[in-house]
């Protein structure tokens, strides 16, 4: 079983792809998270890839593609079921991760995708705190911490994705809805998406999941 998980910045993909892969035996493969690590390596692809992340900009189709390919390799000998969070954004990559299931062979992915009402994600996103020592992630509205910026766990400070700002989360909504529904398109015309309504606990959008998964793989 191959999943995509597919939804606006802040509809909880991060949250849901690390649940999933305890629940089954997925590989997770976050191109946010790759990107972010090249960015803390200062690789060139890091360096290329920091500002436009830090717009709220798509990094390009090829050098994204790249790096999805690099981890798909990486993995596939000790796996056949992956969970793509944040590839495919754009209807070029869906046609690319397309052949490099092919070329891997994988299974052609099904898509689940998160709706979450904008005004909730911008509360989501730029109230998002992430303790910088242990990586444990809070929010100022819904999950606040006994103590302002100060990690509840291991009492490491709080701190902010760059690209949580205001003016970069409005700018990463606009990118979203922009190129979404192609990819929607495609998905749906191959009979391969499942849309959730995401807009509830962590609890309830992971139960709706595992029971697309259960229901049809
Ligand atoms: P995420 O952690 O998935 O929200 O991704 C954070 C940022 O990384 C995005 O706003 C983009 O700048 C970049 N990014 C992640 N995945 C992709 C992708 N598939 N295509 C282009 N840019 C991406």
Do not use: W
């Not at 305890?22 to 890839?49: D, F, P």
């Not at 994988?106 to 009402?117: F, G, H, M, Q, Y």
């Amino acid at each position: 079983m191959n999943l995509v998980l597919f939804g606006p910045p802040g509809s909880g993909k991060g949250t849901q792809s690390e649940r999933l892969v305890t629940e089954y035996t997925l590989t997770h493969i976050s191109t946010g998270e790759a990107l972010r690590a090249a960015i803390r390596q200062g690789t060139e692809l890091g360096k290329v890839a920091q500002e436009l992340m830090a717009r709220g900009e798509l990094v390009s189709d090829d050098l994204v593609t790249d790096l999805l390919s690099s981890l798909i390799r990486q993995h596939r000998s000790q796996s056949d079921s992956f969970l793509f969070d944040g590839y495919p954004r754009t209807l070029e990559q869906t046609a690319r991760l397309e052949r490099l299931c092919e070329e891997y062979r994988l299974s052609p992915p099904a898509c689940i995708k998160l709706d979450v009402p904008d005004q909730t994600l911008i509360l989501r996103l730029s109230g998002r705190r992430i303790c910088a020592s242990c990586g444990a992630t809070f929010n100022i509205y819904f999950k606040p911490t006994r103590h302002a910026g100060v990690c509840d766990i291991c009492s490491g400070p709080l701190t902010k994705r760059v690209d949580d700002s205001a003016d970069t989360v409005r700018e990463r909504l606009r990118v979203y809805h922009n190129q979404s529904a192609p990819v929607l398109d495609y998905y749906r015309d191959h009979g391969l998406l499942y849309t959730i309504d995401a807009n509830g606990s962590s609890d309830e959008v992971f139960r709706k999941i595992t029971a697309i998964i259960e229901e049809n793989y």
